[in-house]
């Protein structure tokens, strides 16, 4: 509640995304970004996608003030698309055009990764999606090929319960995050056994508004990493 509270105070335009210059150099349109429905235990949950089908999965969550949308207009979606990935949005229950749906966040991605034929993702999680992706990630470490927290809900609680995760994390944080302090970046990172710290300079609790072409080069090379290691024999 700490998030959405923090996030809603935030004047509108100022949490409004700007396609990324990298976004507009890659000819970026909605063009290519198919919105979807899927059903999840007879609820609907909405999303957008773009990329191959057959692409290394990658999964973008959002924070309160947000839904999958905000992937479109900042870029995200059409940049991961156009480095090869199949890049996949979601609204979480109870949010956007998944507003009318509910679920316990500690179980959500368990359905939904199945429903969306999703296998080893990297997974993007911002601020109150924590929620939704460190249960899945502490249950379920196999089925992740890398993990992304931007300022995520619960980092103190999880870096404590991790204790050395084996999947791959980069953990990305705003320079002038006034919501949760950039203080929790390095306890959540050393959590891992792979991980680095990205601090995107000048930027926001909402990091990737205010440094998108960063954050799309960081995000794309990281997911190439780990990608090409998921998919290697034997992992």
């Known amino acids: 509640m700490t998030t959405a509270l923090a996030l809603v105070a935030l004047a509108p335009a100022a949490l409004a995304p700007a396609a ?15 919105p979807f429905d899927v059903e999840i235990e007879g609820q609907r949950v909405h999303g957008r996608e773009a990329g191959p089908k057959a692409g290394p999965p990658v999964l973008l969550l959002h924070g309160a003030a947000f839904d999958s949308g905000t992937w479109e207009q900042l870029g995200t979606l059409a940049v991961l698309a156009g480095a090869g990935f199949r890049a996949v949005a979601v609204d979480l229950p109870g949010f ?5 749906a509910r679920s316990d966040p ?5 359905k939904l990764l199945p429903a969306l034929h999703l296998e080893r993702p990297v997974i993007v999680s911002p601020s109150m999606s924590g929620s939704f992706s460190f249960p899945f990630l502490l249950a379920h470490p ?6 992304v927290p931007v300022a995520p ?3 103190a609680l999880y870096a404590e319960r991790l204790r050395k ?9 705003g320079e002038r995050d006034s919501v949760f302090p950039i203080s929790q970046a390095r306890p ?7 991980a680095r710290v990205l601090v995107l300079p000048g930027a926001r609790h909402p990091a990737y508004l205010d440094q998108p072409d960063l954050f799309h080069k960081e995000l794309v090379d990281f997911a190439k990493r780990v990608s090409k290691r998921a998919a290697a024999p034997g992992r």
């Open 20 to 34: 990324s210059a990298g976004a507009k150099e890659a000819g970026i349109t909605a063009r290519g970004i198919t």
């Open 96 to 100: 956007g055009g998944s507003k009318g």
């Open 106 to 110: 500690e179980h959500f991605l368990e």
């Open 142 to 147: 196999e089925r992740v090929a890398g993990f």
């Open 153 to 155: 809900v619960g980092a």
């Open 165 to 173: 995760s084996p999947v791959p994390a980069l953990v990305v944080w």
């Open 188 to 194: 959540l990172a050393d959590a891992f056994v792979d």
